[in-house]
T-cell receptor, first 115, second 113 residues
């Protein structure tokens, strides 16, 4: 089954404790991206990656890091989480079919709470 | 700067009626893509429909159609014959290059039986 898998799905942590949210896709997509969803703000893009070792900032990259060492994986790293990073996080990969060139396939989301 | 505006935080519609969810966008790019996604209460994001800026026909996918008015920079979603399962949050999104994506704040639709 084609899917994007995120882990963990739920996490409660404390300020300053480094954490990583993993994302893996099995569709051989070159493009992957991370978003955070906050009430009243919709989804905002954090980082995206066009291919292995190619990453770029989205609209809200501060406080986050990413890496893309393998095509299927795109982890999101919070080096020193703060309470304002409490949010619902989505990873997505993108198809390149001509009919819908930018359709995003989303993971199920990771709800992160930073105390 | 790219900006997506959804002015209806919440809407109600009677089952079996049609409903229009508004979306306007602001971009200086000539080429871009427009999307609508559905987010049920379970939280997953489901792709509904896509419109390219150079597509002359409005996109349709089953009960979903996208009313694209390029000069007005609007991309409203029309859901015909609403069903109870349509109750969800709906997000409009735009991408100028299929790498950066911009989402609106969403519209919560409630379908009444």
């Amino acid at each position: 089954e084609a899917q994007v898998t995120q882990n963990p799905r739920y996490l409660i942590t404390v300020t300053g404790k480094k954490l990583t949210v993993t994302c893996s896709q099995n569709m051989n997509h070159e493009y992957m991206s991370w978003y955070r969803q906050d009430p009243g703000l919709g989804l905002r893009q954090i980082y995206y990656s066009m291919n292995v070792e190619v990453t770029d900032k989205g609209d809200v990259p501060e406080g986050y890091k990413v890496s893309r060492k393998e095509k299927r994986n795109f982890p999101l790293i919070l080096e020193s989480p703060s309470p304002n990073q409490t949010s619902l996080y989505f990873c997505a990969s993108r198809t390149t079919t001509p009919r819908v060139p930018g359709e995003l396939f989303f993971g199920e989301g990771s709800r992160l709470t930073v105390l | 700067a790219q900006k997506i505006t959804q002015t209806q935080p919440g809407m109600f519609v009677q089952e079996k009626e049609a409903v229009t969810l508004d979306c306007t966008y602001d971009t200086s790019d000539q080429s871009y893509g427009l999307f609508w996604y559905k987010q049920p209460s379970s939280g997953e994001m489901i792709f509904l429909i896509y419109q390219g800026s150079y597509d002359e026909q409005n996109a349709t996918e089953g009960r979903y159609s996208l009313n694209f008015q390029k000069a007005r920079k609007s991309a409203n979603l029309v859901i015909s014959a609403s069903q109870l399962g349509d109750s969800a949050m709906y997000f409009c999104a735009m991408t100028p290059n299929f790498n950066k994506f911009y989402f609106g704040s969403g519209t919560k639709l409630n379908v009444k039986p």
